[in-house]
Each structure stands twice: as C-alpha cells, then as structure tokens.
C-alpha cells in the first residue's frame, strides 16, 4: 500500500538512467546543419529567435495546443529572417494603430502577418496531408529543443528572470562568452551557447554541471526503494556498500529483524577486509 | 551515434583515502621520521530522492568507526517538484596496518 507521506529513501544517482539525448542532432545543430520540414531547410534557432517568440508569447512555446500554422510561419520566418524582421515583429506586437488580429479577415494581418504567410506559402504544397503536417511540426520541436540540452546540464537551470530570453539572459550569455550582442543573439546556435555556458559554469567551480538523468527512472526507482522499504528489504547499495549506508528508520520499522541482518553484512565485509 | 562508452558518464560518486602524518626531525628541522595516522576514507556521492522527503543527514551525535561511516555533509544541489538532488559526504576510518 502506498501512502503520500511516506518518506522516499535516498537513491545513488548510479542507480538511475541518464537522459537520452540526440548527440548527433547536437553536432548538426552546433555545426551549422539544417532539418528538412514543409519544404524548407531550418537552421538551428539563435537565442534571439527565441527572445522574438518570447516577446508576442508565441503559441508555438507558450500554448502548444493553440498553435495554428500561421504561428508556425512566423516561428520559421523569425528564425530564417533573424535580425532583418526586428522591426516587423515590434510594429506586430506593439502596434500604434489598426484593428485587432482575426485570423479569418485579411485585412487586419499586418506586414509581419503578410510576411509570414508569403514565407510559408513559398514553400509550402496546400495538398500536403495533415499527418505529414503533424510529423514535420514535430520535428521543428525536437530541432527547437536541442537548443536546450546545455542548459539542462547547470543545475537550477535558467536565471529566474521572468522573460526566460530576455535582457538579464542575453547579458549574462554574452558576458559568460564574452561575445558580442550581435553574435550571441543571432549568429551562435542556442545549442553551442548552453554548452558554451554549461562548461564555463564548470570551469568557474560547478562541479555539479552533468547531463541530467531521466526522470521516469528516476520516479521507477523513487516506487522500487519504497517498495523495498515497506518490505523490509535491504536496497543493493545497502548490499554493496553497507559501512556507508545504514539502514533507515522506515526499514527498521516495518522489519526489526533487519538490523540482524545488516549487521552481519557489515561482519562479513570485515572478514572480507581482513 | 558517438565515438564514446554508453555507460562512461554514469560515475556518481568519488572517494578519497587519505592520512595524516607525524613527522620526527633532528635539530635542523629535518624529518627523519614519518609515522602515519588517522587514516579515512571519504565518500562524495550524488543522490536523490522525491521533492518532500529530502532531509538533511549531516547531524550531531552520529557514531563512527571502520565499519560505519558518519555523513559530514548533505548539500541540496537542486530540487524542483520531480526531485531533489544532492550532495552526501561520508567520512569513515581506516583499520590499522
């Protein structure tokens, strides 16, 4: 039976999987290689194509489920555009005039809106079937993400800053670099900057700073101690290594006898020894 | 796929024997002598547990010898609503000889 309360014994983090991670898309990514979807070739995404996302909320990050294609066009023309479309996305997001984005009506799309659309529509066969449609967006998130696996490694990760890609990030990235704006925002692919961050966080002290473990083992092997616990069995770090691992309050709680048993692990590791 | 050993990062813990020596010299500070003593084994290992149940286990009282180690420190690297990461230092004695 498990209860909410129950206290989960400390796992070894030898004991649990590494996450997976696609290191050739990391090379591909970092050295300059593009995915193949709807038609175009998409280079990996800079940390100011995720500032300009980040500064409409675009659905493609903040709300998924919500992401039309016309919002995947102008992820994709943001991110082939670059600094060229600044302006545009500005005068989009912060208009000085004009009525309010319906999708349907034409007429209140805006220069980055028409922009988007022409980028998409170049490209783009209108007969390409909805599951072709829904594997290539997949792909676009999976190149997307590989920019994140650097800073998976820092422990604590992002800065806590309320724009994730905001000022205080580009700051402290260009600074980590010692990169100019320019280049950290829109020449570096994400994906060699959070390496680039993850090592000098390493090399400034961090001894923390390692590939992150894969939480679904992790939960498995949080079930299995417990269950173990309960049972009163030992957990085979406690087998392996019983000097530094002592049994716990709960296992001696649910089976007294185990500290018999304990105790005479740790005998025969002596004999052993001597 | 990579040049590299699947299973070559999943080292999570490091351990360090070390000594103390007392050093027996003549006038001139030379040492003509070291005897060694105090010997241990210390144990960085990294561990985690869910998000509620981190406590720390770098408390008073604990008792040590060659056969158990004491928990000398218990640092919370990271913890978020999946889990807690941390730090746990054991220090134990070596046997003589």
Request: hydrophobic share 40%; with cysteine; aromatic share 10%.
């Amino acid at each position: 039976m498990t209860t909410t309360s129950e206290v989960c014994p400390l796992v070894p983090a030898s004991y649990i999987k590494n996450k997976a991670y696609d290191g050739d898309g990391e090379i591909w990514s970092i050295a300059g290689g593009g995915i193949s979807v709807f038609g175009l070739r998409v280079k990996a995404p800079s940390l100011g194509v995720f500032s300009l996302l980040e500064s409409y909320e675009s659905p493609f990050i903040a709300h998924p489920e919500d992401c039309t294609l016309l919002d995947v066009w102008r992820v994709l023309y943001i991110n082939d555009r670059r600094e060229k479309c600044v302006q545009e996305v500005m005068d989009w997001a912060y208009p000085s005039h004009g009525s309010e984005f319906v999708h349907e009506d034409t007429t209140t799309w805006r220069e980055f809106d028409h922009n988007a659309f022409a980028f998409g529509a170049e490209h783009y066969d209108e007969n390409t079937p909805m599951e072709e449609i829904a594997q290539d967006v997949e792909k676009l998130y999976k190149w997307f993400l590989l920019a994140f696996e650097g800073f998976e490694m820092i422990p604590g990760g992002g800065s806590g800053a309320a724009w994730w890609f905001g000022a205080e990030t580009i700051g402290s990235m260009a600074a980590a670099l010692s990169a100019r704006p320019c280049e950290i925002l829109w020449d570096l692919p994400l994906c060699f900057v959070g390496h680039a961050v993850a090592s000098h966080a390493r090399m400034n002290g961090n001894n923390n700073v390692k590939r992150p473990k894969d939480v679904a083992d992790m939960k498995e092997k949080f079930e299995e101690a417990k269950d173990r616990e309960r049972n009163g069995v030992m957990h085979p770090w406690q087998v392996e290594n019983p000097e530094a691992w002592p049994l716990t309050e709960q296992q001696i709680k649910y089976k007294p006898t185990i500290q018999k048993e304990w105790d005479r692990l740790l005998k025969e590791r002596k004999n052993v020894k001597a | 796929m990579g040049f590299g050993v699947s299973t070559a990062d999943n080292i999570s813990q490091n351990t360090a024997y070390s000594v103390q020596a007392a050093d027996k010299m003549d006038e001139n500070g030379a040492i003509l002598e070291m005897t060694t003593y105090g010997g241990i084994k210390e144990t960085t290992e990294e561990v985690y547990t869910d998000a509620g149940s981190f406590t720390n286990l770098a408390v008073n009282a604990q008792v040590g010898n060659t056969t158990a180690a004491v928990v000398m420190s218990h640092t919370l690297i990271e913890s978020n609503t999946d889990y807690a990461r941390a730090s746990k230092v054991s220090r134990q004695a070596l046997t003589t000889g």
